[in-house]
């Protein structure tokens, strides 16, 4: 198994700009969950998916954020307009039930 | 949410054992506690996870007192390669809760 996918692994862009981020987890996972990370808050949880449905995503800091997962293959976290302070790095994790998180390589995003 | 203390850093030698403990005191009776380690520019990884008394794999130990308000990962004869950020997580792993904080974290720096 190639583990969970991300893509791209480093993004930089220019403040206002649209930004997606797309995950593939493993397959046979039914719970999907992206993470932000910075020196500042450490790693946060914004949304996780189990099934493909959203169940919590009280982690997502405001409504420029939103997160989709239209099949059990492929997942999208996306930043409209995009702000400096969001750069970090975003994690995809995905897991079977009851069992360990695996985390993708991550996507360096960098926003000037 | 049950959340973590951990210290923020750890310094230890080659060959040593090293202990991290951490605390969770405000942990509920479905969480579960598991350890990641993560290296830089890398996703987490599972290290271990457990409930209650002592849990050992091939690369770790995790003890937990009867109180399970805290817990301690243990690593036997560390390397170079130990060197990392180590997590704490409290949570539960039914179908109904599923959401893990990750706390600052523990940087262990192995030297020789």
């Known amino acids: 198994d190639a583990g969970v996918i991300q893509s791209p692994r480093h993004e930089v862009t220019e403040m206002g700009q649209e930004v997606t981020l797309r995950c593939k987890p493993i397959s046979g996972h039914d719970y999907l969950f992206w993470y932000r990370q910075t020196m500042m808050r450490g790693l946060e949880l914004l949304i996780y998916f189990n099934n493909n449905v959203p169940i919590d995503d009280s982690g997502m800091p405001e409504d420029r954020f939103s997160a989709k997962m239209p099949n059990a293959s492929f997942s999208t976290l996306k930043i409209q307009p995009s702000e400096p302070r969001d750069s970090a790095v975003y994690f995809c994790?995905?897991?079977?039930?009851?069992?360990?998180?695996?985390f993708g390589p991550g996507t360096r995003l960098t926003v000037l | 949410l049950a959340k973590t203390t951990q210290p923020i850093s750890m310094d230890s030698y080659e060959g040593q054992e090293v202990n991290i403990t951490c605390s969770h005191n405000?942990?509920?009776?479905?969480?579960?506690i598991t350890w990641y380690q993560q290296f830089p520019s890398q996703g987490p990884r599972f290290i271990i996870q457990g409930y209650k008394t002592k849990v050992t794999n091939e690369v770790a130990s995790l003890f937990i007192p009867a109180d399970r308000k805290s817990s301690t990962l243990s690593l036997p004869r560390v390397s170079l390669s130990d060197t990392a950020v180590y997590y704490c997580?409290?949570?539960?792993?039914?179908?109904?809760?599923?959401?893990?904080?990750f706390g600052t974290g523990t940087q262990l720096k192995v030297e020789l």
């Open positions: 994790a995905s897991r079977s039930s009851g069992d360990k998180q695996f």
């Open positions: 997580l409290v949570g539960e792993f039914t179908g109904g809760g599923n959401k893990l904080t």
């Open positions: 405000n942990i509920a009776t479905n969480d579960y």
